[in-house]
């Protein structure tokens, strides 16, 4: 897979927008989060979905020559008449400094189980929100934007590519 990492910040609403756009779809276990108060701090570790590598015709990156890996290096799970296209995958660490205050809606903080599926993150002044499928949200006031994204560990293969209601591919395809 390609070990090419991103390693990112933020220090004003424009910057968090790039931010945000990496993070769109990644997935961010309640277990995985934390507000370290002392630190004014809050970290989280994604699993990120790589937009970056996805190429806009639907296809992975090097889908055409990676649909199946050579050899021993295949995944458990690939079926060797599988040619659909492979995307990746990599666990991504996300900083917020100057955090005051952390408030929540539409998440239950005590099933600690649960995995939020992340649409985007936006700012307002002196707060910045992330978004996430299903309602819920997490509001992080600040009194200066400082947002860190680096990626972390090896990528790995996946199957399936998010789809939104506004894709022209198949309803429920994943």
């Known amino acids: 897979m ?37 630190e004014k701090r809050f970290v989280l570790v994604l699993n990120r979905f790589r937009w970056d590598l996805a190429s806009g015709d639907g296809d992975g990156p090097g889908a055409k020559d990676a649909a199946r890996p050579p050899g021993d290096r295949d995944a458990p799970f690939w079926d060797k008449n599988d040619t659909s296209p492979v995307y990746e995958r990599v666990l991504c660490g996300l900083t917020f400094e100057n955090v005051s205050a952390v408030r929540t809606r539409s998440i239950d903080l005590r099933n600690r189980r ?30 200066e934007l400082r947002c860190f994204l680096e990626d972390f560990g090896p990528s790995w293969p996946t199957r399936r590519r998010p789809r939104h209601p506004d894709d022209a591919s198949p309803a429920g395809s994943r």
């Open 2 to 38: 390609n070990e090419t990492r991103l390693k990112l910040s933020a220090a004003d609403a424009e910057d968090l927008q790039v931010i945000a756009a990496f993070c769109q779809d990644a997935l961010v276990p309640l277990s995985e989060m934390a507000y370290l108060e002392d």
């Open 114 to 143: 649960e995995i939020l599926a992340m649409l985007t993150i936006h700012s307002e002044p002196g707060a910045v929100i992330l978004l996430f499928a299903g309602g819920g949200a997490i509001k992080l006031e600040v009194g």
